[in-house]
């Protein structure tokens, strides 16, 4: 599955699974489906760290696991610090955590591999700090409105720049083969 608008579904179980049923829900879920969306296209930069045979090759996976508990701290810290507090705080932030690392799990993740022909890279994620802005584009342009909405969308991105080199993923790497052996460094797009 991709990224985007596949994973609005996943969003709204969270979201619902955690008693937030408000007529605002649907637009948060579009947000933070479409923030994840834009985040790993381009809130960071993902490389694929690589070994095999010598050549080039192309990767290939699917899913990438970034611990929902390490996200939901980072991120309900954020929620404190922007002075998003409340009794609801802590579920929002648990949702939306467990909302985008559930999504993640469906990642298609390519790579191209210039020192492996025939190989497996690890995917690794290195974030550039511009989360923040563009998850609360995301809110933005799925209708949330509110004096709120630019500090939820900075406490989202914030906790997943914090968050995402935690993130692990594997790719295959399928190419030219070769008695030998090869490294490297591939480049990874997530969608």
Not at 103 to 116: E, F, K, M
Not at 138 to 156: F, K, R, W
Request: overall charge negative; aromatic content about 6%.
């Amino acid at each position: 599955m991709a990224l985007g608008p596949p994973t609005i579904p996943i969003f709204e179980s969270f979201f619902i699974s955690h008693g937030m049923t408000g007529t605002g829900m649907s637009q948060l879920a579009i947000g933070c489906a479409n923030g994840l969306q834009l985040y790993m296209a381009g809130g960071c930069t993902v490389i694929s760290i690589d070994v095999g045979t010598l050549g080039v090759g192309s990767g290939f996976g699917i899913g990438m696991i970034l611990p929902g508990p390490l996200l939901a701290g980072i991120m309900s810290s954020l929620f404190v610090a922007s002075l998003i507090a409340g009794p609801f705080s802590p579920i929002t932030a648990e949702a939306i955590s467990f909302g985008i690392s559930s999504s993640l799990l469906t990642a298609n993740i390519n790579t191209i591999n210039a020192g492996v022909g025939v190989g497996v890279g690890k995917v690794q994620c290195i974030p550039n700090g511009t989360g923040g802005t563009l998850f609360t584009a995301a809110l933005v342009s799925s209708g949330m409105t509110g004096s709120s909405i630019p500090s939820l969308g900075q406490a989202i991105g914030g906790a997943l720049d914090s968050a995402i080199s935690s993130a692990q993923g594997v790719v295959a790497i399928i190419g030219p083969p070769s008695i030998l052996p090869g490294g490297g460094i591939g480049f990874a797009t997530v969608n």
